[in-house]
């Protein structure tokens, strides 16, 4: 039997409007693991191929999801949506186990020109004490008797420190003349030569001379510059996580319900069944009216008039749908809430009061006897159900047979209220926000 084309028009809605909300979920898995991969490399971490592998992931399983077959649009919409929530959480989780180390610093560059301070001397002499961590050791004598030693460390910290226990190890004095700054040696055991210490960022530069003005001299003949103060370099500290994990935390929340609101709109608006003839307002109220089988109840939102429908199943179980009638975009609003006020659960899942995960922590704890809930919700109607509703419209009148009306649960309530609506020109768009009953 070929598919009315009723059947077929709402299938082919329905298929394109839930492929919509893959691809929406598709896009948001690839910005996320984007901001993933952009923050691991702004902490310092190598991306390599398994990094790099590791956050391609999310978005290629939400590629190989919005793939599959989507003829079972709540399957494929639930499937969807769990992938956007799930693999988002699993990726930070992660990203948080790493240890991202702080990128260090690269060695200062040398300060000093080696050639040109040693330019003059009589005797030039290198020495090798790379294993004592000084990178180059290179002393020179003048014909004045004068000598120069340079000694260039790895970086500025490791000269500092050499200086600093030069200073410990022998009494000593600032050494300003001529404006410089430096370390000058005294006291006995030198006797009558002035030594000199002038540290150039990772260069320490050691000077002897018969007294200060043979110093000054030297200096000045070679252009040694006066040295400059240097920061202490900051050890390296790692970029700080929480803020960036709070923040896709906060944004992932947000985006999360976003497409909750935007999908209940969107992926369950149903379109007026084509080549339908339009109902004025006046008639379709008194077509939704003429369902004698359902209890409605006419009420005011905001001063605007609007229909309820109670499909309670129980005392103790509500569900209530709300119809307003917007005549200027020619569309149904639909708003549901379903209530549970102390009922026995109707089956284990619901006894059990667990959420995803719950399990992990807390396996053994007891069943509920009661539950309470308030739910708002946006059902996705069925098209084939659509379809099938055995509708006779009239006038200002909408009749089912009353063994079917009989039959009806909540969802097959709303479909035939969905089939009244749209069977009459209009539009039906159930929402999760806004005013309600």
Wanted: include cysteine; aromatic fraction near 6%.
């Amino acid at each position: 039997m070929q598919p009315s084309p009723a059947l077929t028009q709402a299938s082919q809605r329905q298929s394109r409007t839930v492929r919509e909300l893959g691809l929406a979920c598709c896009a948001y898995l690839l910005t996320f693991s984007g901001a993933v991969l952009a923050w691991l490399q702004h902490a310092g971490l190598p991306l390599d191929s398994g990094v790099l592998a590791i956050c391609a992931l999310p978005p290629l399983a939400g590629l190989a999801l919005w793939t599959l077959d989507a003829s079972d649009a709540r399957q494929y919409s639930l499937h969807m949506a769990t992938a956007m929530m799930a693999l988002p959480i699993a990726l930070m989780f992660w990203a948080g186990s790493l240890n991202v180390e702080p990128a260090q610093a690269p060695p200062a560059a040398p300060t000093l020109d080696a050639q040109q301070l040693f330019d003059g001397a009589e005797t030039v002499a290198d020495t090798d004490l790379r294993a004592g961590g000084i990178q180059r050791l290179r002393t020179g004598r003048f014909a004045d008797g004068s000598e120069l030693r340079l000694s260039r460390f790895a970086d500025a910290a490791a000269a500092r420190n050499y200086l600093a226990m030069l200073s410990q190890a022998m009494p000593n004095e600032p050494f300003t003349d001529a404006g410089r700054q430096g370390l000058r040696l005294r006291g006995n055991g030198i006797g009558a030569v002035e030594i000199v210490y002038e540290r150039h960022g990772a260069d320490l530069l050691e000077l002897r001379a018969a007294d200060r003005s043979g110093l000054l001299a030297r200096l000045a003949a070679q252009r040694v510059p006066l040295p400059q103060e240097d920061a202490a370099a900051a050890p390296a500290e790692p970029v700080p996580a929480w803020p960036f994990f709070t923040a896709m935390t906060v944004a992932h929340g947000l985006a999360f319900v976003a497409l909750i609101a935007w999908a209940g709109s969107h992926t369950t608006r149903v379109p007026a069944l084509q080549g339908a003839a339009v109902a004025t307002p006046d008639e379709l109220r008194a077509r939704l009216l003429s369902l004698g089988a359902f209890d409605f109840t006419e009420i005011d939102v905001d001063g605007a008039p609007a229909l309820r429908i109670d499909a309670s199943p129980g005392k103790r179980r509500t569900h209530h749908i709300t119809l307003h009638i917007d005549a200027g975009s020619g569309t149904v609003r639909v708003h549901e809430k379903l209530g549970v006020d102390g009922d026995a659960p109707m089956d284990a899942a619901e006894a059990s009061l667990r959420g995803p995960g719950d399990e992990l922590f807390d396996v053994a704890r007891p069943a509920a006897q009661k539950v309470w809930s308030s739910t708002l919700q946006a059902t996705m109607v069925e098209p084939s159900r659509l379809a099938a509703v055995p509708l006779q419209l009239q006038h200002r009148h909408a009749a089912l047979p009353a063994d079917y009306a009989a039959r009806l649960d909540g969802e097959g309530v709303l479909t035939a209220l969905c089939a009244v609506v749209t069977r009459s020109g209009w539009h039906w768009q159930p929402r999760l926000f806004g005013r309600r009953i």
